[in-house]
Structures are given as C-alpha cells and as structure tokens.
C-alpha cells in the first residue's frame, strides 16, 4: 500500500515548499483538488521543485474541459516530471456542471468513458503517428496538424484515474482506467459490497483483473471533540447529495439520506450534523488518539485500497510526528 497527501496551497507560492516537504516526509504522491482554486496550475511547480514523488489531480473537473486542453497540460506535465503525473478525472454533479461551469451535462458514465477514449486517441497521435479519428456522441477529434501536435516524449503513458460513488463509474474504472479515486464519503462495508466488485466486473469487460487498477481513498480522523463535530458537518453535508444515497442505503441509513436532502434544499445547514448518529460517524471515520491512527488505519485499509491518505492537508510543520507514523505503518504493509 502507498500513501498520499493532500496540496492545498492556499496560493502558488506556497506549492514549491509543501511539495519538497511531503517528498522528504516520504509520501509517495501528492494531489491537489478543485475547490477553491484550479487544480492543474500548482503543478509543474511540483514538478520542477521534486524529484521523486508522484503527483495528480484528486480531481480536475472533467465536463468543465475539452478533451483537447486535457491532453495538452496532461502530456507537458509527463514530459516535465519524467512520467510522474497522474491524470485524476471526476463528472462533479450537473447543477456545477450548468451553474458553475457554465458548461453542458449529460450523462456522466458515458460521457467520462469517450473523454478518456478520446484522451488515448489524442496521445497515441502525438506519440506514435496515427491518424485522430475519434468519432463518439459526446466528443468528436479529427483535426491534428502538424503546427498543433507536440510529438512524442520518453513517458508517453499518462496513467488516468477517475473518481466516483456509484457501481457505474466504478465499473467504467475496471473497464478502462488506471487507477479509481474512492470518494471520501465511503465506508468499509461499501469498499467490499459495491465498488471492488464492480470494478472487477468492469475489468471483466476489458480481460482485465482488479489489481490492474489501482483503488485510493482518504479517511476522515477524528482525535478530539472538536474534530467529531468537524467530521460530523462533512459527512451530513456528503451524505445529503442524492447521487451519494447508495452509500447510505447500503448501511439502511436511506431515510437519513432523504432527510438530510431535504435540510439542505431549504437551506438549514445548522440542522444537519444532529442527524448523523456516532455509529455514523464510526463507520466513515477513524476515530482514536493520534498514536493510535496508524494502526487503525492499516487495518481497515489493508487489502481493501492501494493508496491511501487522510481527508487533510498535509502542511509542513503540522502533525508531523503522526504523519511519519502513518508513512511508516503504511509502507510496512
């Protein structure tokens, strides 16, 4: 198993430092998110200022992007890093789509599998020579000419994960990514009954096996008070998205589903953590001392994800001791 942290540079100043930092405490790939600003920017800062460590998008949005301008940063970060890149891709859901955005939804798992079909293309152009012929519903890519094309370059494969929830996207995983990014609102019982069989069903598809993909994941902690209600807000606010109910139906929490929806839609955020029980919050977080995590963590995980970090930031000079633990007992699986 490998571990990973979390860049959230507040701005791109910052990302050089928390990079070198997070290669020299030993983790093995660092992933910035899209919230409160672009995903793909800090990256060749992280490239250019490391060495070793992996690095990726835990996620670009992929229906606020051309397949094309994908391609572009995707194949310039590879080139740069020596194929240390790692393309991560999520839908997001249509209201960000459409009033964010400002850009079109449709449906997500077929959509998502032509970007990455077209992706491929793109690059098996660049890289070997053939003609872009890619025709599908959502995505159509026949013009390369020689003033546009970057060439080839010495890592040529850009491994591509994609994120998720339902059984779908995490066949569509099995079927054709590299790598599936487990949403943060998941529980053990959900990792085993629901998304690695599907995406062994997935792979089925391609002649491929499970372990052809690799399956990360973040897990919420919880070491004071304080954290508990913290984690108790997050987790109502995931669980009140309807395209998230399955994880809830799977533990027989589907009405505590629907009614944290309806909070939400009326706009009564302060009423939602009451709804999340301690048995809740038991089963989607660690919960224990700081010296106690590594442990808890390796045996939840083990067997279960390839990669795995926490549903923190890593700052340099913050927690350190608890993250060199966590590193060790990680690489020690």
């Not at 591509?160 to 599936?180: S, T």
């Not at 598809?205 to 913290?230: H, L, M, P, Y």
Request: proline fraction near 7%; charged fraction near 20%.
């Amino acid at each position: 198993m490998k571990i990973d942290a979390a860049l959230e540079a507040i701005n791109l100043r910052e990302a050089p430092a928390i990079a070198r930092a997070a290669e020299a405490m030993g983790f093995d790939a660092i992933w910035t998110g899209e919230k409160q600003h672009e995903a793909i920017l800090p990256l060749p800062l992280v490239a250019e200022y490391t060495q070793r460590i992996h690095f990726g998008t835990a996620i670009a949005v992929a229906f606020a992007r051309s397949p094309m301008v994908l391609a572009h940063a995707a194949w310039d970060l590879a080139a740069q890093s020596g194929g240390r890149f790692i393309l991560g891709l999520g839908t997001q859901v249509k209201a960000h789509i459409e009033r964010r955005f400002g850009m079109t939804w449709g449906p997500p798992m077929p959509r998502l599998r032509e970007m990455i079909l077209s992706l491929r293309a793109i690059w098996n152009c660049w890289q070997n020579g053939a003609p872009l012929r890619f025709r599908g519903e959502y995505y159509k890519l026949t013009l390369m000419t020689p003033f546009f094309n970057p060439g080839p370059i010495p890592t040529p494969h850009v491994p591509i994960f994609i994120a998720g929830v339902n059984a779908k996207m995490c066949q569509l995983a099995g079927e054709l990514a590299d790598g599936f990014l487990v949403h943060p609102y998941h529980t053990v019982k959900y990792l085993r009954e629901v998304v690695l069989p599907a995406i062994e069903t997935g792979a089925a598809k391609t002649g491929r096996v499970r372990s052809d993909v690799q399956v990360c994941g973040s897990a919420f902690i919880i070491t004071n008070d304080a954290e508990r209600e913290s984690v108790r807000s997050q987790v109502a606010f995931y669980a009140s998205t309807p395209s998230y109910r399955r994880v809830s139906e799977c533990h027989g929490w589907g009405e505590i589903g629907e009614r944290l929806s309806f909070l939400a839609a009326r706009g009564k955020w302060n009423e939602m953590p009451s709804q999340i029980s301690d048995e809740m919050l038991d089963a989607f977080a660690l919960i224990g001392r700081p010296d106690e995590l590594p442990g808890k963590l390796t045996a939840k995980y083990a067997g279960l994800l390839d990669r795995v970090g926490l549903y923190m930031p890593f700052v340099p000079g913050q927690c350190e001791d608890l993250w060199r633990a966590l590193i060790t007992a990680v690489h020690a699986q």
